[in-house]
């Protein structure tokens, strides 16, 4: 009974290493991924606000425009205003005016998909570590409790049976810690860039 406690603990003590460090790799990564994360949303949040605004401001010089050129009247009783021509400048100056607001709205949303697209692979990154880390750690957590229960008492030798069943319901019968892996190979990946970059030099006071 000894040996098999033995064993029992020596199992949970390298699981929780090999978690722990699973744990670690992907809260660094995801911790590389932040500020590019906070910059894509800052910078999509902005873009998005001004294809709104030259959104509204287009309907605005349209509807101005449209009740300005209309030939009838609002009012009762007064006679309808004459169709101004084309030559007629305050016409011209409208519709130039509707035109480049037309133009600028679609060169906003040029702006904006532009910018998702380039910022797509890091915003689906972000969220995919997100979910990775978070699905850790309340794992880590059930487990945690599991193990203050059984480590006082002879229920521990359940304890590799009851993670493995937990594990494979948490992650769908999935290995999040398989060499294959999409997630683990790109916080590999990225982490390896991000500890290759040379330290800032430091700056010495004279």
């Known amino acids: 009974m000894q040996i098999i406690k033995a064993w029992c603990l020596a199992l949970l003590v390298v699981s929780f290493s090999g978690c722990a460090t699973s744990l670690k790799r992907e809260g660094q990564c995801l911790a590389s991924l932040t500020p590019d994360f906070l910059h894509a949303t800052e910078e999509l949040a902005s873009l998005e606000s001004d294809w709104r605004l030259s959104l509204v401001k287009g309907k605005d010089l349209f509807l101005s425009s449209s009740l300005w050129l209309s030939a009838?009247?609002?009012?009762?009783?007064?006679?309808?205003?004459?169709?101004?021509?084309?030559?007629?400048?305050?016409?011209?100056?409208?519709?130039?005016?509707?035109?480049?607001?037309?133009?600028a709205t679609l060169e906003a949303y040029a702006r904006l998909l532009e910018a998702r697209l380039r910022h797509q692979s890091t915003v689906d990154w972000y969220g995919r570590v997100y979910d990775r880390l978070r699905t850790r750690l309340e794992e880590e957590q059930i487990l945690s409790d599991v193990?203050?229960?059984?480590?006082?008492?002879?229920?521990?030798?359940?304890?590799?049976?009851?993670?493995?069943?937990?594990?494979?319901?948490?992650?769908?019968?999935?290995?999040?810690?398989?060499?294959?892996?999409?997630?683990t190979l790109y916080c590999a990946d990225r982490l390896s860039k991000v500890t290759a970059l040379p330290e800032p030099a430091s700056v010495q006071m004279e």
Do not use: Q
Not at 170 to 179: E, L, N, V
């Open 147 to 183: 193990r203050l229960v059984l480590l006082t008492g002879p229920g521990l030798i359940f304890y590799p049976i009851i993670r493995w069943n937990l594990h494979s319901v948490m992650w769908d019968g999935h290995d999040p810690d398989a060499d294959s892996d999409s997630i």
């Open 72 to 103: 009838e009247s609002d009012e009762p009783g007064r006679p309808a205003r004459p169709f101004p021509s084309d030559s007629d400048p305050l016409k011209a100056g409208s519709t130039d005016r509707y035109m480049e607001a037309r133009r």
